[in-house]
Structures are given as structure tokens and as C-alpha cells.
């Protein structure tokens, strides 16, 4: 087998394949031994069938099969050990049925080459990093609400805006008499939180409303018709939700307020881990950098997006591909395309991803960037753990947080998701590490305003 490489220009080339009848013989017969040994065949004991009726039989298919995919893994290694740099894949020049009479075959593949091009990625370069500003009122926002997470719930006189009240609810009349016919609705330990309700016209009726008072509200306007929450609320049948749209009276027999914690050891402990802070000045500190750090995924994305482009700008002009080539390469595989789909246009969408996709890979290598297991463990772990957050818990023991993290990259789907992301947040980990990093403190306005310029305004 002889393999010709001819370069075109710098974007396309070629690759010619001659096959000689000597270098697929061997292979052909092979496979079709296997064939009369694996294969039931009429008229034949299952491997008791010469080579001669199996190649009168099964010749032709089975040299087809043998030629493509001899022919196409010797072109692949011919580029791989060339370390000729492609994009996408050797494409067919011309697809044809070949006259498997013939003993000798030329084969020719088009090829779309990656540009060469340099990055510069020392500390020349300098990137602005922007982060957000942690405020007094930040501060004091986040303390009361870790308070009240941490707050024990107790007896109170008075409605606020996290009480949760008990009482009476009676179903009323339309003149706003309470009803008492038989089919009437009656809760005698009736709950409600009006915090959760999606009204807040309905919660703000029982703000300030002491025990004793008396609540005309709408249970149905509460939860805007949610049939679960108004069958929990007035303990009526799901199926019947859409019978009581009507108001009800609440007669307040009890109100559960938070109590807030106090700053002390057992709250320390609570909300940042045991013995992690023991007095004021370390709780203000670590207090900080807890805002500090919910900021940081945000501040790291809009880092990651201005450097992206950064780059896309600086040498995304000067790297050329090859676009017919490509555009064929995009219609080889998306067979399922309808016909009428503008190829040139779907190329232009993708231009810049593909420049970004060089580029990026480009700077992987150039950082050594690599992704090890210990990587997607502990990006497995952070994913645990915000899972475990949302439910309110903020210190899951390290052992229950990696058997998590083990059984999150068990799902094959999940885990090249993961090495994805990691790869991508690694990469620009090293950037920032290479590079001279500008950092420049906002307001959360501003950095609103940076992230979104142009905000679409209410007619």
C-alpha cells in the first residue's frame, strides 16, 4: 500500500491511497472464514464450507468491507504518525461504488488543515479581573439571614414577615358571612405561612395582625390556583381546587416567629464548620469572604468571556480555514439536515466557535493543561455540595460529600460532562496564572451593568 501526501495551500490538501491486490488478499480471506465458521449457511455444516463457495458467495461484500476499512485506518495513520494537523476528518473526494472486479484501487481523501499560529500568554499580557465589592449592607443582609436559618422558632405576639400562623380558617359566604351549610369548609388547626404565598397583596392582609385578630383573605389568590397548596391549605381534595375561589376567614389563635440566633460558639460552628471561627472579628472576616466567594462564579464567568473574547479579537482575524472544505465536513455528518439548509450561513454561526476551539487547544497545550481524576473528584465534590446547599445543608461530613461526588462520575454521561467544564475551567485557571491579572473592584451595579449593557426595558 502507497500513501501520497500532496498540500494544496495552507488550509487543504491531499491524501491518495494506492491499494494493491497483495495488501487486502490475506484479510479478505480472514474475514470470510470467520464467516463460515460463525455463520449458518444452507446446504452447509457450519464450518464445512470451502473458501472457494465462500468467496463465490460473500467475495464481493466482504472485499468491500475490508477495502474501506484497510484503505481508511492506513490514511488515519499515515496522519497521525505524520502529525499532519487536520480538522474534522479525512473526507472522501469522490464517493463511488467501486468495480470490485478490479484487483488494484486508488483511493483520495481531502483533508482541511488546523492553521499554524502562535499565542503570546506571559505576564505582557494583562487581563482585567473584576470583582464585586462586599458592602456593609451585604454584610448585615447575610447575617440576619444565617440567623434566621440557625433561629429557633418560638411563640410570638405579632405577624412579621417570616411568622407562620395556626388558627380557625372558615369558608365565607359572598356577603362575607361565615358559612355553615353542611358542604361548608371548616380547617380548625389551620396552618398558613404567608411568606410562602404567591400573592403579596393576600400575605400583606396578615402582616401586623396579633392573636385574636380575624384574616379575610383568599386562599385560592395565596397560591394562585396551585391545586396542591390550596388542598394542603383548606385540607380539600386536589380535584376540587377549582371550587373554592372565594374568600376565607382566619381567626388567629397562635403566631410562630423566628427567634435569631446569637452570635456565639454553637452559631460559629453552625454555619461555618466546628472551631473554623471563634469571636467576632473572625465571624465579620469569614463572613466576607462567604459573600466574596458567592460572587466569584459569576465574577469568574464574565473573566472567562472577556478573555475569550480577548483572544478571539487579538488572533481570530488571522487564522484561516478551509470553509468548503468544512461546510463539507458539516454535511457528511448531519445526514438527517433538510435540503434546503444554508450550509455557508450554518458555517458563518460557526466560525468563531471553531476559531475558539484552535485557540483554546492551543493554549491548553502551550499551559499543560490536564485533566486529572483528582480534578473531576473534586469538581464532582463542589457539585455535591451545592446540591446538598439548596437543601439548606451547608457542612456535609467529607465522607458522605465523596461518596456523592464517587457515584455523580459513575453516570458515564455526567462524568464527560464534568471533564468538559473542568478542562474549560482549568484552562482559564492557568491563564490567569500566566498572565498579569488587573484586578479591579465594582459595585454589584456596575458589574449588572457590565454583564448586561443593554437591558431590555418595560414598554
Not at 7 to 35: F, H, M, Q, S
Not at 109 to 134: M, R, S
Not at 164 to 171: A, D, L, P
Not at 258 to 283: I, M, P, S, T, W
Amino acid at each position: 500500500m502507497k500513501i501520497t501526501f500532496e498540500k494544496i495551500d495552507d488550509c487543504n490538501g491531499k491524501l491518495i491511497v494506492n491499494v494493491e491486490e497483495a495488501d487486502y488478499t490475506a484479510k479478505v480471506d480472514e474475514e470470510l472464514k470467520k464467516i463460515g465458521k460463525t455463520h449458518n449457511i444452507p446446504g452447509f455444516r457450519k464450518g464445512h464450507i470451502s473458501i472457494a463457495q465462500l468467496r463465490s458467495r460473500f467475495g464481493k461484500q466482504v472485499k468491500s468491507d475490508v477495502l474501506n476499512n484497510l484503505v481508511y485506518e492506513a490514511a488515519v495513520k499515515y496522519i497521525v504518525d505524520n502529525k499532519i494537523n487536520i480538522l474534522g476528518q479525512p473526507i472522501p473526494e469522490n464517493v463511488k461504488e467501486i468495480n470490485l472486479d478490479d484487483k488494484d484501487y486508488t483511493f483520495t481523501y481531502d483533508l482541511g488543515f488546523a492553521p499554524e499560529f502562535e499565542i503570546e500568554l506571559d505576564k505582557n499580557v494583562t487581563l482585567p479581573y473584576y470583582q464585586i465589592e462586599v458592602t456593609d449592607k451585604m454584610m448585615e443582609e447575610q447575617d440576619k439571614s444565617l440567623r434566621e436559618r440557625f433561629g429557633a422558632q418560638v411563640p410570638g405576639d405579632e405577624v412579621d414577615a417570616k411568622a407562620v400562623v395556626k388558627g380557625t380558617i372558615m369558608e365565607l359566604n359572598p356577603d362575607g358571612s361565615v358559612k355553615e351549610t353542611e358542604d361548608a369548609v371548616q380547617v380548625i388547626n389551620g396552618i398558613v405561612a404567608p411568606f410562602y404565598f404567591k400573592s403579596k397583596e393576600e400575605e400583606q392582609k396578615f402582616i401586623g395582625k396579633k392573636i385574636n385578630d380575624k384574616v379575610v383573605f383568599n386562599p385560592y389568590a395565596s397560591c394562585e390556583g396551585n391545586a396542591t397548596e390550596l388542598a394542603s391549605m383548606l385540607n380539600i381534595d386536589k380535584e376540587k381546587a377549582e371550587d373554592y375561589k372565594g374568600d376565607f376567614e382566619m381567626a388567629i389563635s397562635e403566631i410562630i416567629v423566628v427567634k435569631l440566633a446569637e452570635h456565639n460558639q454553637e452559631f460559629f460552628d453552625n454555619v461555618f464548620g466546628r472551631d473554623k471561627v471563634h469571636n467576632e472579628e473572625e465571624y465579620n472576616a469569614a463572613l466576607k469572604a462567604m459573600i466574596a466567594a458567592s460572587f466569584r462564579g459569576n465574577t469568574d464567568y464574565f473573566f472567562n468571556n472577556e478573555t475569550r473574547k480577548y483572544f478571539l479579537d487579538k488572533y481570530g482575524k488571522d487564522i484561516k480555514l478551509p470553509k468548503e472544505f468544512l461546510v463539507r465536513w458539516l454535511k457528511m455528518n448531519n445526514p438527517e439536515t433538510p435540503a434546503d439548509t444554508d450550509w455557508d450561513k450554518e458555517f458563518d454561526q460557526m466560525e468563531s466557535q471553531i476559531k475558539w476551539q484552535l485557540i483554546s487547544d492551543r493554549i491548553a497545550e502551550k499551559l499543560g493543561v490536564k485533566v486529572e481524576e483528582e480534578d473531576l473528584l473534586a469538581r464532582a465534590r463542589f457539585i455535591a455540595q451545592q446540591q446538598f446547599t439548596q437543601y439548606g445543608i451547608y457542612n456535609m461530613d467529607e465522607e458522605t460529600l465523596n461518596d456523592t461526588a464517587k457515584r455523580i462520575l459513575a453516570d458515564k454521561n455526567y462524568r464527560r460532562r464534568i471533564a468538559e467544564e473542568v478542562a474549560e475551567l482549568k484552562m482559564f485557571a492557568f491563564i490567569r496564572e500566566a498572565v498579569t491579572v488587573d484586578p479591579k473592584n465594582v459595585t454589584m451595579e456596575e458589574f449588572v451593568k457590565m454583564i448586561n449593557p443593554n437591558p431590555q426595558t418595560e414598554e
